[in-house]
């Protein structure tokens, strides 16, 4: 499998590429997927001047396998949110940030949600409304390879 590293300066110009698109939408929560997408909320957080940034767990993935399983939990209380920007750092196969909405639309159905994510893949099952890369190869983001 061909990866592809993505480092910090890379990533640095990408924030504010990506909070710049999500501001026009001028949401009023940012809710980062945990592992992935926890780097990407803070950074966007702080570019968008936001304190509203909380964050859920999800798993489908151990590693580079993809696992049987969708595990969503740790879901915050968005009662009084009305525009959510749910970041991740990729939109792979969809299947996880598909099942996110579902569960987050069952339980804020007053809520409008988005997707943020820096890379995605055109096969994936559902789409951002905001990324910037089209993932041709399997990304190593620099906060799950540099800490080992």
């Known amino acids: ?26 949401p009023d929560t940012l809710l980062a997927v945990a592992r992935g997408g926890l780097t990407l909320g803070h950074f966007m ?3 968008l001047d ?17 696992l049987e399983t969708i595990e969503i939990f740790n879901i915050p209380d968005l009662k009084s949110a009305k525009r959510v920007v749910v970041v991740d750092d ?13 569960v987050l639309q069952k339980a804020y ?7 943020a ?11 951002a ?7 041709k190869e399997w990304i190593d983001f620099f906060w799950e390879v540099d800490p080992l």
Do not use: W
Request: glycine letters at 4%.
């Open 45 to 47: 957080a702080q570019a």
């Open 129 to 135: 409304d905001y990324t910037l890369k089209e993932a």
């Open 1 to 26: 499998m061909e990866k592809k590293y993505y480092g910090y300066s890379e990533f640095l110009g990408d924030v504010k590429e990506l909070s710049a698109k999500v501001k026009e939408y001028n």
């Open 109 to 115: 159905p007053h809520c409008e949600f988005k997707l």
């Open 117 to 127: 994510t820096i890379f995605y893949k055109p096969t994936a099952i559902i789409q």
């Open 50 to 66: 936001t304190r509203r940034l909380f964050a859920l767990n999800s798993i489908h993935y151990e590693k580079e396998s993809k």
């Open 90 to 102: 990729i939109v792979d196969s969809g299947e996880t940030l598909s099942e996110i909405i579902k």
